[in-house]
């Protein structure tokens, strides 16, 4: 299967890593950055006749690949996505999947009407962790879901932002939920019955007076089936990264998810007593050198099948949008000072430029 991506930037080389553990034929890179698509080359030892090239349009044209991966700026996902799925590409779009409601349905809608599959790059679904809590709640082991709590305490400094200026601002990024915390976002969503009702947000630049968005947000979330979700998110842990976390509490049972990138089971407790809980622990434990994970090569496993066997990829498209609707209400809660009500039809980061100008 012909691959390409477009965007050689930091999360680069987990995807093009999956491609080739996947063994798609990677037939070529784009950036608007030469030297960025020669270290690719060079690190993964790819053909050196992999060709390269500035302009994705022409790549598309001229390539014309079954998959394409996009890891560019976030506020480009949208449009590049768009283009895509004219030229008949198929989709693994790097977290978020737009910035804008908008662009997100516009993605699902086209993507539907030409038969074209879009996964959104939640790779921590994938994690051994995750599925074995995301079993326990489709086989109701929680009994009656009660509540439960994203926390993602991390560390983020001003070489991090200086090195892509473009992080941190509200056209091409949003702040820490948006980017840093977008993923246990998800997998909070996912777990507590995905339709939302209400959501009330608080959020602050505290430390990072050089960005534009936001460096912590505080949330609670009312899931339509009588749940409850906390959302605790923030890039200004001293010194460094402390942990990505992710308990769900039922009535029958208490699990929670930490480590890096919640890949690990701390906490394994139900009243059926069907596993035992250090088994548990100690199976379903993984040690990823990153905060990514190691789900992209299972991601992409699976979207390969998703388009060999003509069927939505296991996070699809409207995953991705859930996800950044939970956000962006957040934000538009944080901003209104008020309860926002969901679902929302359109709202975007660029509805909050200035919210923290000093």
Known sequence: MKYAIIGCGRISPNHIAAALDNDLDIVALCDTKEPKMDKAIERHELPTSTEKYLDYKEMLKNEKPELVAICTESGKHGQIALDCIDAGSNLIIEKPIALSLEEADMIIEKAKEKNIKVSACHQNRFNKSVQKIREAVEANRFGRLMHGAAHIRWSRGQDYYIQAPWRGTWEQDGGALMNQCIHNIDLLRWMMGDEITEVVGMTDNLIHGYIDAEDLGLALVKFKNGSYGIIEGTTNIYPKNLEETLYIFGEQGTVKAGGKSVNL????????????????????????????????????????????????????????????????????????GKSIKLPLDKCSTLDFKGRFNR
């Open 265 to 336: 089971i701390e906490e394994w407790q139900f009243a059926d007593n069907i596993d035992n809980p250090e088994e548990v622990k100690e199976k379903y434990h993984e040690n990823p050198p990153n905060v990514y994970g190691f789900g992209h090569t299972p991601l992409y496993a699976d979207v390969i099948d998703a388009i060999k066997n003509d069927r939505e990829p296991y996070v699809n498209a409207v995953d991705g949008r859930n996800a950044l609707e939970l956000v962006l209400a957040i934000y538009k809660s944080a901003a209104e």
